[in-house]
């Protein structure tokens, strides 16, 4: 597939994003300015990235706890995100939520529970709105290789299989579900593409490390939803390189197929091609980490400076104000 320059820069613009922001959440918590835990996405940016090329203007994402950054991509303020990150009233939720409640109407964003998978079928509710407005849009839904086995995840795919929902189905497999390796829990080598025939969706396999493959396999998928062919699922295998939550010693996991799984860094990998096919120097790409990095400590800077939530603030947004 050809790609403009200007493609293959915004592209990389969101897989840095995500991986600055992923970072950076790292290093404040391990600070301590991150109230509870956090669930690290680093190195499983290229799905979020290489999915999200594919959206247009009035699409809902339903993306997951990991990697949390990619609200971003969206559009969604890095002072909002890192505002609910560390608690405070500057974030979406008045730091009422957490870093597992991002959410934002304004993007698309339907937000997602800390009980990974039990409200996925918001995404078929979403899609239905789409199909009853008459629109080509997409409902995009993120879960991973442990979520793809429960319940509520199989009621959502045959929900919109039979009503020929736009929905697309993204399973990050990234290779653990806590500390459960995939191979162990789950009984199909593809736990997103594998489990799909059994609804009549189309499905593809990509290689979650490489954000142009993850885009094609999206893009044709995404075409056929559009087209109004139903749901579809798309199969991403990257890995997890940090464990469940920071502070996890990941015992359960050989150390030497961690280092295998880096030296297919998707943004390694992304900066080489735009090296090799001439679209930026070296300088350029430095240039754009330095900027989004600007960007990133100025948002953690404002968030440290807003204030805390009151114990007052518990009873807000409980019930919808009359208008």
């Excluded at 979020?48 to 247009?56: I, P, S």
């Excluded at 706890?65 to 990150?85: D, N, W």
């Excluded at 319940?151 to 929902?165: D, F, Q, R, Y």
């Excluded at 893009?219 to 997890?240: F, Q």
Aim: charged letters at 20%; one cysteine or more; aromatic letters at 8%.
């Amino acid at each position: 597939m050809q790609y403009t320059e200007n493609f293959l820069t915004d592209v990389y613009r969101d897989l840095l994003s995500v991986r600055l922001f992923e970072e950076k959440q790292v290093e404040i918590y391990a600070l301590g300015k991150v109230p509870g835990h956090i669930h690290s996405g680093i190195g499983e940016e290229a799905t979020y990235a290489g999915v999200l090329a594919t959206r247009k203007e009035g699409d809902y994402f339903k993306i997951s706890h990991r990697p949390v950054g990619a609200g971003c991509i969206l559009g969604m303020p890095f002072e909002t995100m890192f505002g609910e990150l560390m608690g405070k009233v500057s974030g979406n939720a008045n730091g009422l939520g957490g870093v597992l409640h991002m959410v934002s109407r304004e993007h698309g964003m339907v937000g997602f529970s800390g009980t990974l998978g039990c409200d996925i079928a918001v995404a078929d509710g979403a899609a239905l709105s789409i199909q009853m407005a008459g629109t080509d849009n997409v409902s995009y839904v993120f879960y991973g290789d442990g979520t793809s086995s429960r319940g509520p995840v199989h009621e959502a795919m045959n929900l919109a299989a039979i009503w020929k929902l736009p929905v697309l189905f993204v399973c990050n497999n990234n290779q653990f579900a806590i500390s459960t390796p995939a191979g162990y829990g789950v009984p199909v080598s593809h736990p997103g593409a594998d489990r799909a025939a059994a609804y009549g969706m189309p499905t593809r396999i990509v290689d979650g490390t490489d954000a142009l493959s993850v885009y094609e396999g999206a893009k044709e998928l995404v075409d056929g939803i559009r087209a109004g062919n139903g749901p579809a699922v798309l199969d991403s295998t990257c890995y997890r390189m940090r464990g469940h939550f920071e502070g996890d010693q990941m015992k359960y996991r050989d150390a030497a197929v961690t280092e295998e799984w880096k030296k297919k860094d998707c943004i390694v990998r992304m900066e080489t091609l735009l090296r090799e096919q001439g679209v930026m120097t070296d300088e350029q790409m430095q240039a754009i980490r330095a900027e989004i990095s600007g960007k990133i400590d100025a948002a953690v800077a404002a968030a440290e400076a807003s204030p805390e939530p009151t114990p007052e603030d518990l009873y807000r947004n409980l019930y919808a104000e009359q208008r």
